[in-house]
Every structure is written in C-alpha cells, then in structure tokens.
C-alpha cells in the first residue's frame, strides 16, 4: 500500500514538473517587456517603437519601456538582445535590415550573428527609397541621369546617410545596373546630406521617402523614381526604378522584431499574433501608413527568410562596393 502511494505521489509529482514551463509561457507575459531600439531617439526606428509601445502594453497586459541602445550602426542594442538579455521574451528587438543583413558583410567583426542568435518574430516595415536630384541638376528621369554620370567631365556624387546604409546600398545597386560610376559622399545621417543636397553642394540621393517627402512637395528636391515594386500613394506620379526601364531594381529598408535565439515557441507565436493584430486595426494602420511604410506582418517564417535572402543579396553589394568599417 505504501509503495502504491509513494509511486502514486511521484507520478503526480512528474506530470506537475513537466506541465510548469508549459504554464510559465501560458503566463507570458507577466512583468514589464524592455524594447530595445539600436539606434538614438527620435529617428524613424525610434518612431516605429513609439507607435507599438502603447499598443504592446494594451493588448499584453504589462509595462513595456523602449530602450534605446545606439552604437555602432545598430550593432551594439542588437547585440545585447542576441547575447546578453534572458531568451524568456522580456526582452524585444526593433531589428533593421542594416544590423540584420548588411553588417555581417560590412564591419570586420561582430559580437553576434544575426541568423544565429536571433530569433524572427515579425516583419513590420518595407521604406521605399527616392532616387532624387539637386534642382541645379536638370534631369528628369534616371536614364538622363545616367547619360550625365558618363560624361567624361562628370564629377557627379550621391550623399547616403553614411556607409552601409540603405541610401549608400540603393546609390551602390544603381552604380552597377547603369554602369556608372557615382561617387559615394558618406554623411552623418540623413539630415546633414539633405541639407547639403538642398544646398546643391551634392547632386543625388536616395532616401528613405518619409525623410525626403517634405522637400520634395516644397520644390527643393526633384524625384526621378521610387525603388519599390509600386509606386507609393505619396507620390503618385513618380515611376518606379522598373516602371523607368531599369529592369529588377527592387529595394526597400525593413525593419522586424526579433527575440534572442532559443525563446519558446509559444512565446514567440504570442507576440506575432498580438502584432499581426495590431497591424490589423484600421486606426492603427492609418497611424502607421503616415510614416512611409506599408503595414506588412506575417509570420516568423516570412521575416526569416526576408532576413536570409537580403543577408546574401546586400552582403554582395556591401563586398562589390569594397566597403569596410572597422
């Protein structure tokens, strides 16, 4: 009898230890969620943090604080979640394309591996960029553009927001399907080349349309053509890269969210649903639309394979560039 109840007393025991971190994640989230955003506030990756926060904080039931951690082009706030922080879900990362597909190929070392140590949960955002033009330039599509670049006089430039960066990678793609040779003027930022464009001491720029869209519509900067595969609401007019005769010149700036390798599956598909639901209200689509960017969403499996193939695809392009950063 007493063996009985001792074996009786030990399955019980079993069954409870194994059903508790299944109850652990059914619990989640249950204390504040730390957000964290490579880069310094008040930028658009900082803006897209800032509409989500209030929302997570609703729909999940906790605080959650957006936590800037900016340093070395988005790498040292990413490396934090990937290497650092718990991979219990208390800890999101606004992940861009930049520390998640270009730096591998652009800096010599990195504290993490993005494929590795990272986890995808969402896809959140596709920028289209804007190739355009100093008034003082003249030209009205990229082809006239091109054809002024291989003038053997030209000392034609684009400004980027510095290496690396979706401007310098759009201005680097350009370069090599027109066989030109723009020459790269890295700036601190997009504001300091904007200004500079405006100023007419540099001629071209792509940028990231939010960025531009004001002096665009003010007449201080011509647009020639969107990079992205349909022309944007914003600028109806403006053709796209392929819709102006450049064949397969698609490329947009992304950013996701992304937890530490190893975070529970059922947490992780928590958060994707509370997004996609998110992404799905119309007041918040509205809100969401106003910086630039289409509502994407999907699923982890989407953004993962988004962040494989733009890891391969702008890695050549950083490597074609011969671009490094220490």
């Known amino acids: 009898m007493k063996r009985a109840v001792f074996l009786k007393t ?12 299944v109850l652990a994640q059914e619990a989640y989230p249950s ?11 008040g930028g658009p990756t900082d803006l897209m943090a800032r509409l989500l926060q209030p929302e997570l904080q609703t729909r999940l039931g906790v605080t959650v604080v957006v936590d800037n951690k900016s340093g070395a082009g988005g ?4 490396a934090e979640v990937a290497k650092q922080l718990p991979a219990d879900g208390y800890a999101l990362l606004l992940a861009a394309s930049g520390p998640m597909a270009v730096n591998p190929s652009l800096y010599k070392s990195m504290a993490f591996d993005p494929l590795k140590d990272l986890a995808p949960v969402i896809q959140i955002s596709s920028f289209p960029l804007v190739l355009e033009v100093s008034t ?3 030209v009205k599509t990229p082809q006239e553009l091109a054809a002024l670049a291989k003038r053997p ?3 034609l430039t684009f400004a980027s927001a510095g290496n690396g960066t979706p401007q310098h990678l759009a201005g680097e793609i350009f370069n090599t399907q027109m066989g030109i040779s723009l020459s790269h003027i890295p700036y601190r930022g997009a504001g300091p080349a904007l200004n500079d464009m405006i100023g007419g001491q540099v001629s071209v720029m792509f940028d990231v349309l939010g960025s531009s869209l004001p002096h665009i519509q003010g007449g201080r900067l011509v647009p020639l053509a969107v990079t992205s595969a349909q022309r944007h609401p914003s600028l109806p007019n403006v053709p796209t890269m392929m819709e102006a005769g450049i ?16 975070t529970p599956a059922p947490i992780v598909a928590k958060l994707n649903s509370t997004l ?5 209200d119309a007041e918040f689509k509205k809100k969401w639309e106003a910086i630039g960017t289409p509502v994407v ?16 695809r702008l890695g050549e392009v950083v490597k074609r560039a011969g671009v490094t950063v220490d």
């Open 247 to 262: 064949a397969g010149y698609e490329f947009t700036a992304w950013h996701g969210i992304a937890v530490r390798a190893g």
């Open 153 to 155: 006089d030209s000392k």
């Open 31 to 41: 204390k504040p969620i730390r957000f964290v955003v490579p880069y310094p506030p």
């Open 297 to 312: 969403g999907g699923t982890p499996q989407q953004f993962g394979d988004l962040i494989r193939k733009d890891s391969v």
């Open 75 to 78: 790498n040292l706030g990413s």
């Open 136 to 138: 003082k330039l003249g």
């Open 276 to 280: 996609n639901a998110i992404f799905s």
């Open 10 to 21: 030990a399955l019980s025991a079993l069954a409870l230890s194994a059903t508790l971190p």
